[in-house]
């Protein structure tokens, strides 16, 4: 509450009207990480839901390494020289 009366004397504002906007300011961040916390649980369903979408087009794949395993074996060979 000290930090609040000198910051409240400092800015020249009114105690009440300082406490009330660092009320709303706390809200506000607290409203925001949570909204970021579903957003990130939002990202994680999407990306589990296009991985598995990933995995079912994989299964009508004809034999053989993927081209990812092509690109890796190809970096290889280039960085062994």
């Known amino acids: ?19 009330a906007e660092l009320v709303r300011d706390g809200i506000e961040a607290r409203t925001r990480s949570v909204g970021q916390v579903g957003q990130q649980a ?6 589990v839901e296009w991985l ?8 009508d794949a004809p034999p053989g ?7 890796e074996e190809e970096r290889s060979r280039l960085e062994r020289r």
């Open 42 to 47: 939002d990202a994680e369903m999407w990306l």
């Open 52 to 59: 598995k979408l990933a995995d079912e087009v994989m299964q």
């Open 1 to 19: 509450m000290t930090e609040v009366k000198v910051l409240a004397a400092r800015e020249q504002r009114k105690l009440g009207e300082l406490m």
């Open 65 to 71: 390494p993927t081209a990812r395993a092509l690109l």
